[in-house]
């Protein structure tokens, strides 16, 4: 019968039980876990000069020649990776569907404690309680906070990678790893002959105490993991589409290294012509041609400009109601989910209170939209600043974003850093709609644009829009 797998990792952290796992997995009659091979300190374990007939700098150089050695090597082979080993191998692993998944975990209050006193004591490996080496770790919550972090942030990246590709791991806990029931489930899985009779000798439990007897101030322990909010009650959901970064949108001047990276509606067409003081504009570039254009500007600057979330839902509907090539989503909008609009070829209301009235509706539309609740797509003239930033990021991120009641001083500020004399920036008139916002906004419109983009509200500090 064909193995099912033809290699395997174990995906662990520091003070998981990792030692005591892999030695168990040692035991299994053609199995072979190679300690941490991609660990950038080491290669495999402390003290040796190479692995499979290759040094550190060999794997260095080449990692993926290790990973074909030990997927090659007699028997089932594997090895133990850590958030913190080389990454260029674990897209390649996590793509791997013959590649067997081993996820071993531990209570990361009991990881980071273990971690603190192994460091305070110089001890990683017991293999005799009599040469036990004592201390009380110093819990910090600063530490901790980034510990945990910094564990979940890698979990979800194999749980992502995993489910992505239609996989699934073996999950084992750190107690779980001592029982011989689990163990031999977990050689079963991974399709290897014979099983566990006994655990392996020589290695033993550092600090079996209750947690709070291995912290010298457990009360304040205790507090500091009160105020972390375990169920990330006060996170935000976002369920938004993901952009990608627009480089063609993108606008350089061509004697100045200078940037913008628009979020449409804006004040572009000032700021275009502000660009266009510096020798003229380029734009309608790739990628490949906006690297071209960084490299033969050095000492360049990017900029893109923030502007309060319900002056953009209020532009975005002008625009909505302005352009023609708008009738089927105007259709949609004003059949399927009861907007409002005028019918088509009949001017926008002019009356303040109906006018008022369509951008509220508009913003409740906004709220399911943005949510992925509704069957059209997320236009870009109304996605969240959230978002377009974290699209521009896939490729890179602004110098400086400038929030849109502060261009005049910060675009200043922009070009001093460059050591350039800028043109005046012209009168910009933030709101260009036929029906200005300031004659009609109210707390309702105000409320709905908070539960519209409430990850823009949170993340950019708005507060109300105020004329």
Same mark, same amino acid.
């Given at each position: ?29 053609? #199995? ?45 082979? &594997? ?47 017991? &293999?005799? /309680? ?51 029931? #689990?163990?031999? =489930? ?7 002959? =014979? ?8 290695? #033993?439990?550092?600090?079996?105490? /209750? ?45 100045? &290294? ?21 020798? =003229? ?71 303040? /209170? ?36 974290? &699209? ?76």
């Amino acid at each position: 019968m064909a193995r099912p797998f033809d290699s395997f990792v174990i995906f662990a952290e520091m003070r998981t039980g990792s030692n005591l796992l892999e030695a168990s997995v040692n035991a299994l009659t053609g #199995v072979t876990c190679h300690g941490e091979a991609f660990n950038p300190a080491l290669i495999g374990y402390p003290k040796r000069s190479e692995l499979l007939g290759m040094t550190m700098a060999e794997r260095d150089a080449d990692p993926m020649a290790l990973l074909a050695r030990i997927r090659k090597a007699p028997g089932l082979n &594997g090895f133990r990776y850590f958030h913190d080993h080389d990454p260029r191998i674990l897209q390649k692993l996590l793509n791997d569907k013959r590649c067997a998944k081993i996820i071993l975990t531990r209570n990361p209050v009991e990881s980071y404690v273990s971690l603190k006193i192994a460091r305070a004591t110089g001890q990683w490996k017991l &293999g005799d /309680a009599r040469h036990r080496k004592e201390a009380l770790a110093e819990f910090d919550a600063a530490e901790f906070e980034a510990h945990l972090d910094q564990l979940q942030s890698f979990q979800k990246v194999l749980m992502h990678g995993m489910q992505s590709t239609g996989q699934t791991g073996f999950y084992i806990d750190y107690e779980d790893a001592r029982d011989l029931a #689990v163990l031999n =489930g977990l050689a079963e899985w991974l399709g290897a002959e =014979g099983r566990i009779d006994a655990l392996p000798e020589g290695l #033993v439990p550092q600090n079996p105490e /209750a947690l709070d007897r291995k912290v010298a101030d457990p009360a304040a322990m205790e507090r500091s993991l009160a105020r972390l909010d375990r169920f990330n009650l006060s996170r935000t959901p976002n369920f938004e589409p993901r952009r990608g970064p627009n480089v063609p949108g993108f606008v350089a001047a061509r004697a100045a &290294g200078l940037l913008y990276m628009p979020m449409k509606p804006g004040a572009d067409a000032g700021l275009r012509d502000w660009l266009a003081g510096f020798g =003229g504009l380029e734009e309608g570039f790739s990628q490949k041609t906006l690297r071209q254009w960084k490299k033969t500007h050095p000492g360049h600057r990017s900029f893109t400009v923030l502007r309060h979330p319900l002056m953009r839902a209020h532009h975005a509907l002008a625009l909505l109601l302005e352009r023609d090539w708008q009738a089927d989503l105007r259709a949609v909008l004003r059949d399927r989910y009861k907007l409002p609009l005028p019918p088509e070829g009949k001017p926008a209301p002019k009356d303040l /209170a109906d006018y008022a009235a369509l951008l509220l509706a508009f913003l409740r539309f906004l709220k399911a939209n943005l949510a992925d609740q509704t069957s059209l797509k997320v236009e870009p003239v109304w996605a969240s600043q959230t978002a377009l930033l974290q &699209g521009f990021a896939q490729f890179a991120l602004p110098d400086l974003i400038i929030r849109e009641d502060r261009l005049t001083e910060d675009l200043a500020y922009l070009t001093r850093t460059i050591g350039i004399e800028a043109p005046s920036l012209p009168a910009l008139d933030p709101d260009t709609a036929a029906v200005p916002l300031a004659q009609m906004v109210t707390e309702e419109m105000q409320a709905a644009a908070r539960d519209a983009y409430a990850r823009d509200f949170m993340l950019f500090g708005f507060e109300d829009w105020r004329p």
